[in-house]
């Protein structure tokens, strides 16, 4: 059986040797970048766990379609950063700052491309089954990546829109991760979807566990300033649900006019010119938050769809020590101690 610390000791491996061509440098050097800055390898590690729940070694038919996850989710990284004119990137300058605007589309695009190259390492038999799964989830990514652009000229949206745009934009790759690992291990198809519904619903608390860390979180944990989607007035889990909240409470007659619907709103047209100005409106919308309860209520929804989650892994009939090493992978990504 492989336990956890085999997964990570082949996770380092895989990643410490991954290779791209040397020439053209201007092209391939971005991806060396992205790929050595790291990040969480939380899909890669799901899809060798997953793997690992019915195999007893790893081989390359699992290593490659891992690392082409791993490679597409830092394809999207590079174009996302292009299109948010962003400037760091897990601490570093983005691709874009780093090089300029043509590289980074030009080295996401033969990212993009590699991907594919190490999703067809996959066995034979199974190859049109996984280029289907991969596909279909690539293009829902970049489907979630159009809703939450066009949330940005809206002036707000519904809770079941914004769930819809961060199943396809978060959701969908983390459920193809699980997936993915238990079909080319041979798992039957009922059991490869519980795997994919385990993966998604654990992607949405991810999402919305990121939303209220943005805001709530540790800056020195979190790793980047808190509250810039409040500065931003970004549509996340928390605006939607206290737009929706504020607008319910004050019709019930139980919220001061403070913190009503007209008070949160009357925030988000704070000015952020200045430090000073930033950090007023990030003070007034927590206030407002906390006043009305959503920041329990992500917590609440956080620990809902990680049930929800178990639940779908308690159907695929591992046993106990299986189940208790997805149980811990959903724990640790979503930042829970038991």
Known sequence: MINENQIEDTLKELFDNLEFPEEPAGLYDPLRYMINIGGKRIRPRLCLLAW????????????????????????????????????MRR????????????????????????????????PAALLPQVLDLFSTTAAQV??????????????????????????????????????????????????CDNMYNFGYNLGLAFQIADDYLDTFGDQDVFG???????????????LTRALEKSAEMEKAGVIAPEYGRMALLNAMRLPVASEQDRDA???????????????????????????????????????KVKYEMLHRYADKLLGRNK
């Open 224 to 238: 980047k300033k808190i509250g810039g989607d409040i500065v931003n007035n970004k549509k996340t889990w928390l």
């Open 281 to 319: 409106k990030i003070r007034k919308t927590k206030e407002i938050y906390e006043a009305i309860g959503v920041d329990e209520d992500a917590k609440y929804e956080i620990i809902r769809l990680h049930a929800a989650a178990m639940d779908c892994a308690g159907l695929i009939g591992l046993g």
């Open 142 to 191: 970049c489907e979630g990546q159009q809703y939450d652009m066009d949330f940005e000229d809206m002036p707000e949206v519904s809770m079941d829109m914004y769930m819809k745009m961060i199943g396809l934009k978060t959701a969908v790759l983390i459920a193809c991760s699980a997936k993915l690992g238990a079909l080319i291990a041979g798992a039957n198809g009922t059991v």
């Open 91 to 122: 601490g570093v300058p983005t691709v874009a700052r780093k090089w300029n605007g043509n590289a980074a589309i030009l080295s996401g695009d033969v990212m993009c491309i590699d991907s594919y190259r190490r999703i067809a390492k996959a």
């Open 52 to 87: 690992s729940m019915f195999k007893d070694s790893f081989s390359e038919e699992i290593l490659q379609p891992a690392a082409a996850i791993e490679v597409f989710h830092s394809f999207t990284l590079i174009h996302d950063d292009i299109m948010d004119n962003a400037d």
